[in-house]
Each structure stands twice: as C-alpha cells, then as structure tokens.
C-alpha cells in the first residue's frame, strides 16, 4: 500500500516538473521572439527618420519576412522585384532602393484602387514614390491555367501583361496577396503566371504559411517550380544555392 502511495505521489511531482519545465521553455521562447521583433523593428527603422511612421497591423507582412527580402534585394543586387499586395513591405523596397541607388525595376500589385491612390499619396510624402511602379489590377475570374482546386479570382491577368514590359528576368518575387479571405488558395497563381519571368537564381517569397492555404500552395509551387522551399516563422521562400545565404540575423 505504502509502495502505491509512493509511486502515486513520484508520478504526481513528476508531472508537475514536465509541466513546469514545458511553461519555462515556452517563456523563454517568447522572450526570444519578443527580442527577435525588437530587433527586426530596429534595423528596418533605420531607413527612415524618427519623425515618421509606417504601420503594421494584424494583417500586415512581418518585419522578419521584410527583412529577409531587404538583405536579399541588397546582398544579392536583384534588378527585378514584383510584389503582390502593397503595405508595409513597398515603402521598406522603396527607401532601400533609394538608399541604394539603384537603378532595380520595383512592381507592387494592388487590387484596392482607393488604397492604391493612399499608397502614392504616402510613397509621395516620403519622395520614394519615383522607386515604384504600383500596378492596380483588380481580382476577376481567374483563368484555368492558373487557378487551383476552389480559387475563383486572382489579378487580372490581361492588366497584369499590359504592364509587366521589361524584357529583363524577375528575380525576386514577393507573394502577400490577394487577401487569402478572397477567394481559397487566392495567392496560388502567382507561381503559374510568372514562371516564365523568373530568373532561375530567383528568390521568392510567400507570406502567411502557418494558414493551411498558404501552406498548401507552397507545397504545389515547389512541383510547379522544381525546387525545394524553407519556413522561417510565418513565412516560406525559396532561395538558390548560388545566392549568398540572406536570411535574417537571429539572436
């Protein structure tokens, strides 16, 4: 009886300590995370002075997937950057670029036209706005070639030819629409439409894959492009082996 009682009572403490020990590595997880977004805040900060303010709320890219492009678009002098869904990410491209001097052709792709005249008043407020050429194309039924299992709309497609002259290859993509409420899979035809664009030393990026949409399409862009992608956070992306290594400082 007094052996029962002991193994009950060692069995109780011992799930006790489990817990305990899982709660102290979940808090000092989240601190890390919390340092880590201080972090990421404080180096995109230093693009633009104190007397300003770019937004991002619950539904904006995060700094570490912004990051991670401003070291690829840098470190790799990429030429070519097309974005889909405009916000936080296109002043961040623009500055940089303006930084840099570059001369790299920059697209953002806008659906919303009302946001899409606030996005150039802000860009115009900043004297960036000359580093961006904001394409808006608004969602239609999308064309079967392009579409995946439910997915009824994407860019308009024949807005989208009509503006994407450059003869150059694109070689970096950054994937944060349209708003995945829109229609399911509504970021998958990204891939499909620009895969004769892209460069093969190409960086692309895909944000929101903790959602099972986003994660999915990751999935079948990898068959579509034959390469293999990485998850940081909340973000996938696909980098070549012949690029530096971008990804962004962790502490």
Same mark, same amino acid.
């Given at each position: 009886?007094?052996?029962?009682?002991?193994?009950?009572?060692?069995?109780?403490?011992?799930?006790?300590?489990?817990?305990?020990?899982?709660?102290?590595?979940?808090?000092? +997880? $989240?601190?890390? *995370?919390?340092? =880590? &977004? #201080?972090?990421?805040?404080?180096?995109? /900060?230093?693009?633009?002075?104190?007397?300003?303010?770019?937004?991002?709320?619950?539904?904006?890219?995060?700094?570490?997937?912004?990051?991670h492009v401003l070291n690829d678009i840098t470190i790799?002098?990429r030429k070519y950057i097309i974005e889909l869904g405009?916000?936080?990410?296109?002043?961040?491209?623009?500055?940089?670029?303006?930084?840099?001097?570059?001369?790299?052709?920059?697209?953002?792709?806008?659906?919303?036209?009302?946001?899409?005249?606030?996005?150039?008043?802000?860009?115009?407020?900043?004297?960036?706005?000359?580093?961006?050429?904001?394409?808006?194309?608004?969602?239609?039924?999308?064309?079967?070639?392009?579409?995946?299992?439910? +997915? $009824?709309?994407? *860019?308009?497609? =024949? &807005? #989208?030819?009509?503006?994407?002259?450059? /003869?150059?290859?694109?070689?970096?993509?950054?994937?944060?629409?349209?708003?995945?409420?829109?229609?399911?899979?509504?970021?998958?035809?990204?891939i499909p439409f620009l895969k004769s664009r892209i460069?093969?030393?190409?960086?692309?990026?895909?944000?929101?894959?903790?959602?099972?949409?986003?994660?999915?399409?990751?999935?079948?862009?990898?068959?579509?492009?034959?390469?293999?992608?990485?998850?940081?956070?909340?973000?996938?992306?696909?980098?070549?082996?012949?690029?530096?290594?971008?990804?962004?400082?962790?502490?």
């Amino acid at each position: 009886m007094i052996r029962k009682l002991k193994n009950k009572i060692k069995e109780i403490v011992d799930i006790r300590f489990r817990l305990l020990r899982d709660q102290q590595h979940q808090n000092h +997880q $989240d601190l890390l *995370y919390h340092h =880590q &977004v #201080l972090f990421n805040h404080s180096q995109l /900060k230093q693009l633009f002075h104190e007397d300003s303010f770019i937004s991002f709320s619950a539904w904006a890219i995060s700094p570490s997937t912004i990051l991670h492009v401003l070291n690829d678009i840098t470190i790799n002098n990429r030429k070519y950057i097309i974005e889909l869904g405009s916000g936080a990410s296109t002043f961040y491209i623009a500055k940089l670029l303006k930084v840099l001097n570059s001369d790299a052709i920059f697209y953002t792709v806008e659906s919303d036209e009302k946001w899409a005249k606030e996005l150039k008043r802000q860009l115009q407020l900043y004297d960036i706005f000359d580093r961006v050429n904001i394409i808006i194309a608004p969602l239609v039924e999308v064309p079967n070639n392009y579409s995946f299992r439910e +997915q $009824d709309t994407w *860019y308009d497609t =024949q &807005v #989208l030819e009509d503006n994407l002259t450059s /003869k150059e290859e694109i070689d970096l993509v950054l994937v944060d629409g349209p708003f995945g409420g829109s229609t399911p899979y509504a970021r998958y035809s990204a891939i499909p439409f620009l895969k004769s664009r892209i460069a093969r030393e190409a960086s692309i990026f895909l944000d929101d894959v903790q959602r099972p949409d986003e994660a999915e399409i990751l999935k079948e862009w990898e068959k579509v492009l034959k390469r293999t992608s990485k998850i940081h956070e909340r973000y996938g992306f696909f980098t070549s082996q012949r690029t530096f290594d971008v990804s962004p400082f962790q502490i």
